[in-house]
């Protein structure tokens, strides 16, 4: 059974740091999928932050977070990491992982089937 276990939101300063993890089971990081990172804020939809290939290790970035997250993976882990830096009160949202069974990198919503319960982040001072 695949799962997915978001951890490491809470509560921030603007300016400040956080690190999310996607804990996977049920499958390992090194077959072919991508998996993503998104957001959703009070009142909005979902939409893609970032994304790591399982086949290239490629990535993708939203343009609002490009240079200040970075998205990582240890396959011997099974865990997906989102290193969040330079946060914005505009980054507060329920963060999710999900996976796609695809090949390429894509922040796009709809192929990713698999998702995890989420984790707050709030950026306030």
């Known amino acids: 059974q695949l799962q997915f276990v978001e951890s490491g939101g809470g509560l921030v300063q603007p300016g400040g740091s956080l690190r999310l993890s996607c804990a996977t089971s049920?499958?390992?990081?090194?077959?072919?999928?991508?998996i993503g990172w998104f957001r959703q804020a009070p009142g909005k939809g979902r939409e893609g932050v970032s994304c790591?290939?399982?086949?290239?290790?490629?990535?993708k970035y939203a343009d609002s977070v490009k240079g200040r997250f970075t998205i990582y993976r240890d396959n011997a882990k099974n865990t997906v990491y989102l290193q969040m830096n330079g946060l914005k009160p505009e980054d507060t949202a329920i963060y999710y992982c999900?996976?796609?069974?695809?090949?390429?990198?894509?922040?796009?919503?709809?192929?990713?089937?698999?998702w995890g319960q989420g984790t707050q982040v709030t950026v306030s001072s």
């Open positions: 999900a996976m796609a069974e695809v090949r390429s990198a894509t922040l796009i919503i709809d192929p990713y089937e698999y």
């Open positions: 049920g499958f390992t990081l090194d077959r072919y999928a991508t």
């Open positions: 790591i290939s399982s086949s290239d290790g490629s990535t």
